[in-house]
């Protein structure tokens, strides 16, 4: 239960709503469902960690959020208003910011 209140406070932290974030596991899990043995072995993974940042992406655009193409991921809004990430980007992708 701990670790999902710490999680709970990160995404509220990254002022991403529990919503968008759910919304993007279940869209990429259901992409996840289409593949077959007949994909690649690491199909599963690679399409399951792009689609839920494609998702998450989408579901913050609208919120002021830009998208990087450099890592797929969601990155600072145009506003200038800076948001904690951490030692990394949103997802753990990429260069330490």
């Given at each position: 239960m701990r670790n999902l209140e710490?999680?709970?406070?990160?995404?509220a932290q990254l002022?991403?709503?529990?919503e968008v974030f759910h919304a993007s596991l279940e869209q990429a899990i259901a992409d996840v469902r289409g593949c077959t043995d007949f994909d690649a072995p690491m199909m599963r993974g690679?399409?399951?960690w792009s689609r839920t940042n494609r998702y998450m992406a989408e579901g913050l655009d609208p919120q002021g959020?830009?998208?990087t193409s450099r890592d797929n991921i969601a990155d600072d809004p145009p506003d200038g208003e800076s948001r904690d990430h951490g030692d990394q980007r949103l997802w753990g992708c990429g260069e330490p910011t």
């Open positions: 710490h999680s709970q406070q990160r995404l002022d991403v709503s529990i690679i399409m399951f959020w830009k998208r």
